[in-house]
């Protein structure tokens, strides 16, 4: 799986646009914003965009779904329907955190638990991990062993639990069932900052060990 880094709006969030090998077939995951700037990669790598997949409903992991959807006549797939609330409420997000104004969109398919969504070759597990939001879903891609964790996980840290319907136990649940379960050397890639290890957060992260939160 080849796998392209777009860090994009005010917060650098990683827009990641995922590719297979065999196939050169792409998906685009969490286009927040900065459509021109993910377009240029897409043109540029000569990828076949399938879809854009959606880890969870806030703004800056969401942004322009709509622009490259229109862009590219691709279906919009994700996140878990309990994030309906917060795709409904983009107008407000936007004034919220300072963005431009945003209208409020769905998309095509919701994603649920155990649900395997094809790529070209490539098989993305769809597991469902409340608690940042509670609709939010990770990807997993077991042939390459990496999971991309929207704002579930970070290098270190967790995902925050002040927003509307977040829950820290729920999070730290959905972490050590649906994440900490994977192997050791199972690449994170998280919304923001570095990629980490499934290894290196269980021996490392304080807010999983108890010493934070």
Known sequence: MKVFTIPVTPFMQNCRVIACDLTGKAAIVDPG???????????????????????HGHLDHVGVSKVISQ???????????????????????AQMFGFAPHTAFLPNRWLSEGEVVKLGELK?????????TPGHVVFYEPASATVLVGDVLFKGSVGRTDFPKGDAAQLKHAIETKLFTLGDETRVMSGHGEDTTIGYEKRNNPFMSGRFG
């Open 71 to 93: 862009s590219l006549d691709v279906e919009i797939i994700g996140p878990h329907i309990d994030d309906k609330f917060w795709l409904d409420e983009l107008p407000m997000q």
């Open 124 to 132: 993305l597990q769809v597991r469902h991990c409340p608690g940042h």
């Open 33 to 55: 914003g900065d459509a021109e700037k993910i377009l240029a990669v897409v043109k540029e790598k000569k990828l076949q965009v399938e879809f854009v997949l959606l880890t």
